[in-house]
């Protein structure tokens, strides 16, 4: 069908529903038009932005009949922070959609005619649920501010005042960070020009312990760590500083750090296990939620004591080790070795034994696992948002693990992958469920089990 519209065309469009990605899908007699801050229920003006072979883009410009159950957006950035893309959107409608997502990807890039799906698991908490928050200097009339991109800017970081995905102490460190800023005439850096000092703030938080550390990123060149570690020193939470020099013009935080003050890392708490928290080390950003991913992978592991577990991308071993006490043995696999590092010193402070982590790529290094530790009679698979690779696929389902549990963190790839598993490797599609970890945004985690047979 040629495309019945053109770049810059300006029409009105009635949003059926929430694609995987945030943005509304609406229909011009069945080619579909992505529509960045549409949502489901209403009928936008929109503006046409790039045209494709099977499909267009728009940016809603008004809403000229609401359909789409909508709240007051608590927040003073929103809409122009790029942080939250749906706070003005009902919670129950976010969910309904998120679910519809999930569902959808099944059918469609997974070929299930009937997706055993759960209900959606809804967040405990709507805001001040993120335990680390990542923000960009950036230069105002008054000094330096920190804050976030304005949406669908690379160029532009905006000056907030309070977000509400972080807590009291997350803003009030901010807060106090750009107060020493201002109050010692530094630059923020100018990401256009590469000149200024002060790059981006990272604030991670222990939620169930109360400890936080800072990591502060310049370029290079002198730092006052004594007036930045003071600074700080009215929170008694703050038991981790360090400094890291970014000298590329990548925006990037995870670099190698010098710790200015304090313990090297802070402790965070999951399913009544402690865990270690390095600047660099990967750590579920929504804590409480974690916690309920963690305990439906569990319940989808079935362990009788009996098991050999292998933990695939691992992380600081988190679901691992809290699986070890139900398994008689754990391997994981992990490609940070920092993370590894935290894996190990994980086991250790929780008294477990049962549990091995080694770093490697898990395409790469499941085959030597397999020479070491056996073949496994369940395998947690945890990768990032690309799903599992070809060979980490095949690799895995040539040891034939009786179960499969898979946590994803993106409905489309764990779709393509459930396909692959159930079409060539014997593997049934059991159980789904998602989980909103991350409120007023368009991510989505699921936890699917698959078996043998
Ligand atoms: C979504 S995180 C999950 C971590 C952990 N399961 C958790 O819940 O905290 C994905 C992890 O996979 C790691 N990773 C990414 N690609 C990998 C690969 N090819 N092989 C092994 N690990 C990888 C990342 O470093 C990250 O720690």
Same mark, same amino acid.
């Given at each position: 069908?040629?495309?019945?519209?053109?770049?810059?065309?300006?029409?009105?469009?009635?949003?059926?529903?929430?694609?995987? %990605? %945030?943005?509304?899908?609406? !229909?011009?007699?069945?080619?579909?038009?992505?529509?960045?801050? $549409?949502?489901?229920?209403?009928?936008?003006?929109?503006?046409?932005?790039?045209?494709?072979?099977?499909?267009?883009?728009?940016?809603?410009?008004?809403?000229?009949?609401?359909?789409?159950?909508?709240? *007051?957006?608590?927040?003073?950035?929103?809409?122009?922070?790029? %942080?939250?893309?749906?706070?003005?959107?009902?919670?129950?409608?976010?969910?309904?959609?998120?679910?519809?997502?999930?569902? #959808?990807?099944?059918?469609?890039?997974?070929?299930?005619?009937?997706?055993?799906? @759960?209900?959606?698991?809804?967040?405990?908490?709507?805001?001040?649920?993120?335990?680390?928050?990542?923000?960009?200097?950036?230069?105002?009339?008054?000094?330096?501010?920190?804050?976030?991109? !304005?949406?669908?800017?690379?160029?532009?970081?905006?000056?907030?005042?309070?977000?509400?995905?972080?807590?009291?102490?997350?803003?009030?460190?901010?807060?106090?960070?750009?107060?020493?800023?201002?109050?010692?005439?530094?630059?923020?850096? *100018?990401?256009?020009?590469?000149?200024?000092?002060?790059? +981006?703030?990272?604030?991670?938080?222990?939620?169930?312990?109360?400890?936080?550390?800072?990591?502060?990123?310049?370029?290079?060149?002198?730092?006052?760590?004594?007036?930045?570690?003071?600074?700080?020193?009215?929170?008694?939470?703050?038991?981790?500083?360090?400094?890291?020099?970014?000298?590329?013009?990548? @925006?990037?935080?995870?670099?190698?750090?010098?710790?200015? +003050?304090?313990?090297?890392?802070?402790? @965070?708490?999951?399913?009544?296990?402690?865990?270690?928290?390095?600047?660099?080390?990967?750590?579920?950003?929504?804590?409480?939620?974690?916690?309920?991913?963690?305990?439906?992978?569990?319940?989808?592991?079935?362990?009788?004591?009996?098991?050999?577990?292998?933990?695939?991308?691992?992380?600081?071993?988190?679901? $691992?080790?809290?699986?070890?006490? *139900?398994?008689?043995?754990?391997?994981?696999?992990?490609?940070?070795? #920092?993370?590894?590092?935290?894996?190990?010193?994980?086991?250790?402070?929780?008294?477990?034994?049962?549990?091995?982590?080694?770093?490697? @790529?898990?395409?790469?290094?499941?085959?030597?696992?397999?020479?070491?530790?056996?073949?496994? *009679?369940?395998?947690? =698979?945890?990768?990032?948002?690309? %799903?599992?690779?070809?060979?980490?696929?095949?690799?895995?389902? !040539?040891?034939?693990?009786?179960?499969?549990?898979?946590?994803?963190?993106?409905?489309?790839?764990?779709? $393509?992958? =459930?396909?692959?598993?159930?079409?060539?490797?014997?593997?049934?599609?059991?159980?789904?469920?998602?989980?909103?970890?991350?409120? +007023?945004?368009?991510?989505?985690?699921?936890?699917?089990?698959?078996?043998?047979?």
């Amino acid at each position: 069908m040629a495309a019945p519209v053109r770049p810059d065309d300006e029409l009105d469009l009635r949003i059926e529903s929430l694609a995987y %990605g %945030g943005n509304g899908v609406a !229909r011009l007699n069945g080619f579909v038009v992505f529509v960045r801050r $549409g949502l489901p229920g209403d009928v936008v003006r929109a503006r046409v932005t790039r045209v494709k072979r099977n499909h267009a883009e728009a940016l809603a410009l008004e809403v000229v009949e609401a359909g789409a159950p909508r709240v *007051d957006a608590p927040c003073e950035h929103y809409p122009a922070c790029g %942080g939250c893309r749906f706070q003005d959107l009902a919670y129950e409608a976010q969910l309904e959609a998120k679910a519809a997502q999930v569902d #959808e990807a099944f059918r469609r890039i997974g070929r299930v005619d009937d997706p055993p799906l @759960e209900p959606i698991v809804p967040a405990e908490s709507q805001f001040h649920y993120r335990n680390k928050m990542e923000y960009s200097f950036t230069a105002t009339p008054d000094g330096p501010a920190l804050g976030f991109h !304005r949406a669908g800017r690379w160029d532009e970081v905006l000056d907030i005042g309070k977000c509400w995905l972080t807590t009291n102490l997350g803003n009030a460190i901010r807060a106090a960070v750009r107060d020493w800023a201002r109050a010692n005439t530094l630059q923020a850096y *100018d990401q256009a020009e590469h000149t200024g000092f002060l790059r +981006h703030l990272v604030v991670r938080e222990g939620r169930n312990t109360n400890q936080a550390l800072v990591q502060l990123v310049t370029a290079p060149g002198r730092l006052d760590a004594d007036g930045f570690v003071a600074a700080l020193e009215r929170f008694p939470e703050v038991r981790s500083i360090h400094w890291s020099v970014n000298d590329r013009p990548a @925006e990037v935080t995870n670099l190698p750090t010098q710790l200015l +003050h304090g313990v090297d890392a802070i402790e @965070e708490e999951l399913c009544g296990l402690r865990f270690r928290v390095r600047p660099n080390a990967f750590l579920q950003t929504n804590t409480a939620m974690a916690e309920r991913i963690y305990e439906l992978a569990r319940e989808f592991a079935g362990l009788t004591g009996e098991e050999s577990v292998y933990d695939l991308y691992c992380g600081i071993g988190t679901i $691992g080790l809290m699986m070890a006490r *139900d398994a008689l043995t754990v391997w994981g696999i992990e490609v940070s070795e #920092e993370s590894v590092a935290c894996a190990l010193e994980n086991a250790d402070l929780n008294g477990i034994a049962n549990a091995a982590f080694y770093a490697g @790529e898990v395409g790469e290094a499941i085959d030597d696992l397999r020479e070491r530790a056996g073949t496994p *009679d369940v395998a947690v =698979v945890d990768p990032p948002r690309a %799903g599992l690779s070809g060979k980490a696929l095949r690799r895995l389902a !040539r040891l034939e693990p009786q179960r499969i549990v898979y946590v994803s963190c993106n409905p489309t790839t764990l779709a $393509g992958n =459930v396909k692959e598993l159930e079409a060539e490797w014997g593997y049934r599609f059991m159980r789904a469920r998602p989980v909103d970890m991350f409120p +007023h945004t368009p991510h989505i985690e699921t936890v699917a089990l698959l078996e043998r047979g």
